[in-house]
């Protein structure tokens, strides 16, 4: 098939988005890499009036080490992110996330913010934030906001941004070094979005025991789900199997997927506790590598 007739406004920047996104009302759609939207088009699932193209907006192509944290602008491309030195540094969850996001092809050209305001609950990237206690960065009329990525996916496809308003970056915080980090995904094919995933970021503390984890779920609900229960269990534990089942045996409670056409929710359920298992027994084996 073909997408249907379509407007199209190229900003030059940011403020200029705003003003045209402002000026079409709830029907334009913002273009960034294009690798969900323009298939939804052409299937005719999505039907904007008017595309307002981010593609001439510079500034925001950029990975910005800040210090205590990462930041990445939103037309940053996923392929360059990937293989940034800085991010391998001091996001590696980031740069192992990316990895199985689509393929090459698809991440030369799909941005880090496209994905994030897409907000596709089995894809990695909100997934990743989510874990990491990320924040969003926002610019609409009244000006920039942050939100906490926790807060910014509500729905399916759905995220706390007005209509009028653009991600800018996500701010992502810095991981101590000797981080081990791990994502486990059941997916039909490569390249193919997971029915279920799990992103991990394990550190090890001087005495061995577990002082830093990070873990979050994609494909087990609306939004992805931070797994906090997993991590307070295993935050002071030495890293032993028991440990990590115990971690496990909290998802059943933290997770509600429903039946779909896929797979059954009992199955999504079962599936996240045992990918859980494996992503952190890799990160924990990660981190006792790099000491």
């Not at 759609?29 to 969900?36: E, I, R, T």
């Not at 192509?61 to 800040?66: A, F, L």
């Amino acid at each position: 098939m073909k997408p249907a007739a379509v407007g199209y406004a190229r900003a030059g920047d940011v403020q200029e988005a705003v003003a045209l996104l402002s000026q079409h009302g709830t029907d334009a759609k913002v273009l960034a890499g294009g690798q969900s939207l323009v298939p939804l088009m052409s299937f005719r699932l999505a039907r904007p009036s008017v595309l307002v193209d981010l593609n001439r907006v510079g500034s925001l192509d950029y990975v910005r080490d800040e210090g205590t944290s990462l930041l990445v602008g939103a037309m940053a491309r996923q392929r360059d992110v990937e293989t940034s030195p800085l991010v391998a540094e001091a996001a590696p969850l980031l740069a192992e996330a990316l990895r199985h996001v689509g393929h090459v092809t698809n991440r030369n050209r799909g941005t880090v913010g496209g994905s994030l305001a897409h907000a596709d609950p089995a894809a990695e990237l909100p997934t990743l934030v989510t874990g990491l206690g990320g924040e969003l960065l926002v610019e609409g009329p009244a000006g920039p906001r942050s939100i906490a990525a926790e807060n910014f996916f509500v729905g399916p496809f759905t995220t706390a941004m007005e209509y009028n308003e653009v991600l800018t970056a996500v701010r992502l915080p810095r991981l101590p070094a000797g981080t081990g980090v791990a994502v486990e995904q059941l997916a039909r094919r490569h390249g193919d979005l997971a029915m279920v995933g799990v992103v991990a970021a394990v550190h090890l503390g001087p005495d061995g025991s577990v002082d830093l984890v990070r873990l979050a779920a994609s494909g087990v609900g609306p939004v992805p789900v931070r797994l906090h229960a997993a991590e307070a269990v295993l935050v002071g534990a030495p890293p032993t199997d028991e440990a990590i089942d115990d971690a496990a045996a909290t998802v059943a409670a933290a997770v509600r997927p429903p039946d779909d056409i896929h797979a059954p929710g009992s199955y999504r359920r079962d599936m996240a506790g045992l990918l859980l298992k494996r992503a952190v027994k890799t990160a924990i084996q990660r981190s006792e590598a790099s000491a």
